[in-house]
């Protein structure tokens, strides 16, 4: 069972970058699909990136394509979320989770950060 640690939150203006890490610990890392989710006040979580187990192939939301990057780097166990262009409707908590492959296509993640805070101010 894989344990998962975001950070990397804080507050920013409109325009500010800011780069999240999703450390893992536990299990094997390379062996699971990890995606960025976040969830912002009186709404429903949303998926923004799925990368896969290798880093080779990606899946963006619309709203954040373009703006943010993930990558992962298997012998550190960790997974990055880059966020350039930020805008106050980025504000959320921001959360990893990881899944296998035959799960993700459902959107059915197992394993969950406890999520990092991020504030973008206009």
């Known amino acids: 069972q894989v344990q998962l640690v975001e950070s990397g939150g804080g507050l920013g203006q409109a325009g500010d970058s800011l780069r999240l890490s999703c450390a893992a610990s536990g299990g094997t890392f390379s062996t699971y699909v990890i995606g960025w989710f976040r969830q912002a006040p009186g709404k429903n979580r949303e998926l923004l990136v799925a990368i896969n187990r290798s880093g080779g192939s990606t899946s963006y939301a619309d709203r954040v394509k373009g703006r943010f990057t993930v990558s992962r780097d298997n012998a550190k166990n960790t997974v990055y979320l880059q966020m350039t262009s930020l805008k106050p409707e980025d504000t959320a908590v921001y959360y990893c989770?990881?899944?296998?492959?035959?799960?993700?296509?459902?959107?059915?993640?197992?394993?969950w950060g406890q999520g990092t805070q991020v504030t973008v101010s206009s």
């Open positions: 989770a990881a899944t296998t492959p035959s799960r993700v296509v459902r959107r059915q993640f197992d394993y």
